[in-house]
T-cell receptor, first 115, second 109 residues
Framework: EAQVTQNPRYLITVTGKKLTVTCSQNMNHEYMSWYRQDPGLGLRQIYYSMNVEVTDKGDVPEGYKVSRKEKRNFPLILESPSPNQTSLYFCASSPWWGSSYNEQFFGPGTRLTVL | QKEVEQDPGPLSVPEGAIVSLNCTYSNSAFQYFMWYRQYSRKGPELLMY????GNKEDGRFTAQVDKSSKYISLFIRDSQPSDSATYLCAKAAGNKLTFGGGTRVLVKP
């Protein structure tokens, strides 16, 4: 089944404790992205990657890191989480992102709580 | 001002009614307009997308874009309880998607 998977689905942690949220897609997509979703604010892009070893900042990159060492994986790293990073996180992928629109496929989400 | 504005709702309608959802956007340098549907505890999934002004139909769903007034709409005919979800409008240009805040819709049997 073609899908985007994320792990963990739920995570409660404490301020300052480094964590990684994994994202993997099995559709051989070039483009991958991370979003956070907060009430009333919709989805906001954190980082995106257009291909292996190519990443760039989205609208709200502060406090996050990413890497793209393999085409299928795009982990999100919080080096020192803070309570304002409590949110619902989504990973997404699409075949290619150029002048034409390509549908983005979203993972099931990771609910993160930072105490 | 947000780039894409959307009434958060909730919008409650009886089964069989027409659901009307709207968004406004503030930057005209965008090419594509989309509607995503998000069920509770799930990721968003693409419902429809359109490029030009005018209407686009897909079954019970109609997407409408008016670029002159920067207005995008989604109509759901013969609404069903299974249509209960949050609907997110979005605009895209190149490699950037900008979402509205989402409207929660509840279709009552």
């Amino acid at each position: 089944e073609a899908q985007v998977t994320q792990n963990p689905r739920y995570l409660i942690t404490v301020t300052g404790k480094k964590l990684t949220v994994t994202c993997s897609q099995n559709m051989n997509h070039e483009y991958m992205s991370w979003y956070r979703q907060d009430p009333g604010l919709g989805l906001r892009q954190i980082y995106y990657s257009m291909n292996v070893e190519v990443t760039d900042k989205g609208d709200v990159p502060e406090g996050y890191k990413v890497s793209r060492k393999e085409k299928r994986n795009f982990p999100l790293i919080l080096e020192s989480p803070s309570p304002n990073q409590t949110s619902l996180y989504f990973c997404a992928s699409s075949p290619w992102w150029g002048s034409s629109y390509n549908e983005q496929f979203f993972g099931p989400g990771t609910r993160l709580t930072v105490l | 001002q947000k780039e894409v504005e959307q009434d958060p709702g909730p919008l409650s309608v009886p089964e069989g009614a027409i659901v009307s959802l709207n968004c406004t956007y503030s930057n005209s340098a965008f090419q594509y307009f989309m509607w995503y549907r998000q069920y509770s505890r799930k990721g968003p999934e693409l419902l429809m997308y359109t490029y030009s002004s005018g209407n686009k139909e897909d079954g019970r769903f109609t997407a409408q874009v008016d670029k002159s007034s920067k207005y995008i709409s989604l109509f759901i005919r013969d609404s069903q309880p299974s249509d209960s979800a949050t609907y997110l409008c979005a605009k895209a240009a190149g490699n950037k998607l900008t979402f509205g805040g989402g409207t929660r819709v509840l279709v009552k049997p």
